[in-house]
């Protein structure tokens, strides 16, 4: 298991780059991670030799300049942000926070609005310095807020954007309104336009694709997960076309929830794979899924052909559980152009890229057998050239310490082999390096 020894040091201070996730603008990319226990967040520092987890900064709440929650509420007491976005295009990414800020008297009861805040970003990492600021929503959403936000560039302009579901008081046929704000943003917290008009069938997890590292302009295709209570479940594709935002016109797919984005068949389109994270609903005859989803994954081509159906590798005996092994990762680590998708596996990981087949995985010896497996929990090329480091995670329980304050341990592999760029654990109170 990683060590953790306890010095760290600041960052150095960068110019300003176009990466969306390099926060201290020196051209490298960052690692942004929750301490367990939520109060907390993390972000770990790129450089010429990789991931530095002894050079970091921890903000708290207070770090942030964040509003306190409505008095008798929990709402908004954590400092985790929703996402990062640059959001005033100064070359230095901003950290996006849904915090809640008052409560509104409804028709039945009150509730208080949840609302994102923008931290601004600058070359020593984002500062309170005269507190967040609150973004400017539009008045469909203005009332109670957003749920979430999620970043992206929805039209392809270059200018980083948000989305989030309104929160309603009325039941608007089962439809509930995404709110796209589109960048560039004044440092006031005022989009540069909004739009309300895609109605989405129902409630749901929002998952977009990734900016392009590079900052290189790229419109980012939305996908809504559907509700479920630990089955699989529904997903609908909604395609960004530059210039145009996002198409009004959602696409079925098939059941499954694991996703990832990425050009998985090299053909410098973005492709979506949709498959079974190996998780099953454990009250009895509650779990419908069809045999065509488990045990599968199936990538939808970004030229619109026809899906391609890809086996999961087996579950070895006795090691299933209901919360499955985990979900699919992007990764390119050789550098080819061409992704792979890392599927979790109760064994580690493993790269599917095409028909290779390639194992990942970080040995373990704590707890019950059948959690000792690591997850793929990311993967990011921090040292710039131009192959990703995979980034597995282990905690212990089959929740891996989403609850409580268990430390998170981490790897930053060398690419599929053994060895490792970086390993450090994460504790309820600092994030620890090794």
Same mark, same amino acid.
């Given at each position: 298991?990683?060590?953790?020894?306890?010095?760290?040091?600041?960052?150095?201070?960068?110019?300003?780059?176009?990466?969306?996730?390099?926060?201290?603008?020196?051209?490298?990319?960052?690692?942004?991670?929750?301490?367990?226990?939520?109060?907390?967040?993390?972000?770990?520092?790129?450089?010429?030799?990789?991931?530095?987890?002894?050079?970091?900064?921890?903000?708290?709440?207070?770090?942030?300049?964040?509003?306190?929650?409505?008095?008798?509420?929990?709402?908004?007491?954590?400092?985790?942000?929703?996402?990062?976005?640059?959001?005033?295009?100064?070359?230095?990414?901003?950290?996006?926070?849904?915090?809640?800020?008052?409560?509104?008297?409804?028709?039945?009861?009150?509730?208080?609005?949840?609302?994102?805040?923008?931290?601004?970003?600058?070359?020593?990492?984002?500062?309170?310095?005269?507190?967040?600021?609150?973004?400017?929503?539009?008045? +469909?959403?203005?009332?109670?807020?957003?749920?979430?936000?999620?970043? &992206? $560039? %929805? *039209? @392809? #302009? !270059?200018?980083? =954007?948000? /989305?989030?579901?309104?929160?309603?008081?009325?039941?608007?046929?089962?439809?509930?309104?995404?709110?796209?704000?589109?960048?560039?943003?004044?440092?006031?917290?005022?989009?540069?336009?909004?739009?309300?008009?895609?109605?989405?069938?129902?409630?749901?997890?929002?998952?977009?694709?990734?900016?392009?590292?590079?900052?290189?302009?790229?419109?980012?295709?939305?996908?809504?997960?559907?509700?479920?209570?630990?089955?699989?479940?529904?997903?609908?594709?909604?395609?960004?076309?530059?210039?145009?935002?996002?198409?009004?016109? +959602?696409?079925?797919?098939?059941?499954?929830?694991?996703?990832?984005? &990425? $050009? %998985? *068949? @090299? #053909? !410098?389109?973005? =492709?979506? /794979?949709?498959?079974?994270?190996?998780?099953?609903?454990?009250?009895?005859?509650?779990?419908?899924?069809?045999?065509?989803?488990?045990?599968?994954?199936?990538?939808?081509?970004?030229?619109?052909?026809?899906?391609?159906?890809?086996?999961?590798?087996?579950?070895?005996?006795?090691?299933?559980?209901?919360?499955?092994?985990?979900?699919?990762?992007?990764?390119?680590?050789?550098?080819?152009?061409?992704?792979?998708?890392?599927?979790?596996?109760?064994?580690?990981?493993?790269?599917?890229?095409?028909?290779?087949?390639?194992?990942?995985?970080?040995?373990?010896?704590?707890?019950?057998?059948?959690?000792?497996?690591?997850?793929?929990? !990311?993967?990011? =090329?921090?040292?710039?050239?131009?192959?990703?480091?995979?980034?597995?995670?282990?905690?212990?329980?089959?929740?891996?310490?989403?609850?409580?304050?268990?430390?998170?341990?981490?790897?930053?592999?060398?690419?599929?082999?053994?060895?490792?760029?970086?390993?450090?654990?994460?504790?309820?109170?600092?994030?620890?390096?090794?």
């Amino acid at each position: 298991m990683p060590g953790a020894p306890a010095g760290s040091r600041a960052p150095a201070a960068g110019k300003g780059s176009k990466g969306p996730d390099d926060i201290n603008g020196d051209g490298y990319r960052d690692f942004m991670v929750s301490v367990p226990g939520g109060e907390h967040m993390a972000v770990l520092y790129g450089s010429a030799k990789g991931l530095d987890p002894s050079t970091r900064t921890v903000y708290r709440r207070r770090d942030l300049g964040l509003p306190d929650p409505p008095k008798g509420s929990d709402a908004g007491g954590g400092a985790a942000p929703d996402t990062v976005a640059d959001l005033d295009g100064d070359g230095f990414p901003d950290f996006v926070t849904t915090a809640g800020d008052k409560y509104v008297k409804t028709r039945s009861d009150a509730d208080y609005r949840t609302a994102p805040y923008v931290t601004w970003g600058g070359p020593g990492g984002p500062t309170a310095k005269g507190g967040a600021s609150a973004v400017r929503l539009p008045a +469909g959403a203005s009332r109670l807020g957003l749920s979430y936000v999620v970043r &992206g $560039d %929805f *039209d @392809g #302009d !270059g200018h980083h =954007d948000l /989305a989030g579901l309104a929160r309603t008081e009325l039941t608007l046929g089962d439809e509930t309104p995404l709110v796209v704000l589109y960048g560039p943003f004044t440092r006031s917290g005022v989009p540069a336009r909004t739009d309300t008009g895609l109605r989405l069938p129902e409630d749901g997890e929002l998952v977009v694709d990734a900016l392009d590292p590079s900052g290189k302009p790229r419109a980012t295709s939305l996908l809504l997960h559907e509700l479920n209570d630990g089955e699989q479940s529904g997903n609908i594709l909604y395609p960004a076309r530059p210039g145009s935002g996002l198409s009004a016109n +959602g696409k079925q797919l098939r059941a499954g929830n694991s996703h990832a984005f &990425g $050009d %998985f *068949d @090299g #053909d !410098g389109l973005r =492709d979506v /794979a949709v498959g079974d994270d190996g998780g099953h609903n454990d009250e009895p005859d509650s779990d419908t899924t069809s045999p065509e989803v488990v045990g599968s994954l199936d990538v939808y081509p970004g030229s619109g052909g026809e899906p391609v159906k890809y086996p999961l590798p087996e579950v070895p005996e006795g090691a299933g559980t209901d919360y499955g092994p985990g979900g699919f990762v992007a990764a390119d680590p050789d550098g080819d152009g061409r992704d792979g998708i890392l599927v979790a596996t109760y064994e580690g990981a493993t790269l599917i890229d095409g028909d290779k087949r390639t194992p990942v995985q970080r040995n373990v010896r704590k707890g019950p057998a059948k959690w000792r497996h690591t997850r793929p929990a !990311g993967a990011a =090329d921090f040292d710039g050239d131009g192959k990703d480091e995979l980034i597995l995670n282990w905690a212990y329980g089959q929740l891996f310490g989403t609850y409580g304050e268990d430390p998170t341990h981490w790897w930053i592999t060398d690419g599929t082999t053994s060895r490792d760029k970086a390993a450090f654990a994460a504790t309820g109170l600092v994030p620890h390096a090794s």
